[in-house]
């Protein structure tokens, strides 16, 4: 009996402990990179090279990487789909950062093939002195169902975007920082890949996929000088979210300002002080948490529904 008593203070002991652990380590991820720490000095970071690359860098969170890395002094290539988009960005950029250069590809991600990667991006990529790359491009479902019920080429396309180019991508900037010692590597995940949303299915396994390809790389780069990030931002006020700005929905250029302060501070975060704290609710227990999001995905399917509705009447 007192073995037995012994036993169940042991674990109650570790539990607590564990308890107070996490949150702890909740607290201090939420106060140290965004209320403490100073940024860091990127082109420290970056080894003093010249270029930054943005995928999906037209509109949202790649748009406003680029815009705030160009107004830190960085040289620009954009990388996107639309070439018109790809222009506009553009000379936005050069309108208010006069003495940098801005590049532009045009490609469309859900080509898998390697040998366009080789000729259309990485051959210009090579040519250059990148220090940053962010690995922004992704898509979403347009109408989230039951893995039964979803468009089979649309969660094709999904896996494609959000998976292939950050590993062919970070594959061939690579080489580079290693040799120089030094580099910044942003890759963007999202808030669902800590969720079990079964109409995100597709969607968020492939973030999960970034996730433990970060964990992976700084594991094996640990030595290298080079900086890599995971980000996992909830929603974000963007094309792809469909959602409009609130306080935990920031728009993209106040959420990239946020987190581009936290690069060299923070390897795996949520970008933004708002999502962080939303972060610490996302370790409550799985089942409760999948509830919650499940119910505002059917919201946010009803409201888009509506709203569709009423455009086809106005027509």
């Not at 106060?31 to 990127?42: D, E, H, K």
């Amino acid at each position: 009996m007192v073995c037995c008593q012994n036993t169940l203070n042991t674990v109650a002991y570790f539990t607590l402990t564990y308890i107070g652990y996490r949150i702890s380590r909740g607290i201090y991820n939420i106060v140290y990179p965004y209320l403490l720490a100073s940024p860091r000095n990127l082109h420290k970071l970056a080894g003093e090279a010249t270029w930054a690359v943005v995928t999906g860098s037209t509109d949202g969170i790649g748009k406003e990487y680029a815009f705030e890395l160009a107004r830190k002094g960085f040289n620009i290539l954009l990388i996107s789909r639309t070439q018109t988009k790809l222009d506009s960005v553009k000379e936005e950029i050069l309108k208010e950062c006069k003495n940098i250069e801005v590049e532009t590809i045009a490609y469309n991600f859900t080509n898998a093939s390697l040998d366009d990667y080789k000729n259309k991006i990485i051959s210009i990529i090579e040519k250059k002195d990148v220090g940053i790359l962010v690995n922004n491009v992704g898509l979403a479902s347009s109408n989230p169902e039951m893995l039964h019920k979803a468009d089979m080429q649309e969660s094709a396309d999904i896996v494609v975007i959000n998976m292939l180019p950050v590993t062919i991508l970070t594959s061939a900037i690579l080489p580079q920082m290693v040799k120089r010692n030094s580099g910044i590597i942003v890759n963007i995940s999202s808030g669902a890949s800590h969720l079990t949303v079964p109409q995100l299915a597709v969607y968020s396994s492939s973030k999960v996929y970034i996730n433990h390809f970060c964990n992976t790389l700084r594991n094996g780069y640990a030595k290298s000088g080079i900086t890599i990030q995971t980000l996992y931002p909830a929603y974000v006020s963007t094309n792809l979210s469909q959602v409009k700005v609130s306080l935990f929905a920031l728009h993209p250029k106040a959420y990239a300002q946020s987190a581009i302060k936290t690069i060299g501070i923070s390897e795996d975060t949520t970008g933004c002080i708002q999502h962080q704290i939303q972060a610490v609710v996302y370790s409550l227990p799985q089942q409760f948490m999948t509830y919650f999001a499940q119910k505002t995905l059917e919201k946010k399917q009803i409201l888009l529904k509506l709203e569709r509705e009423k455009a086809e009447k106005e027509q």
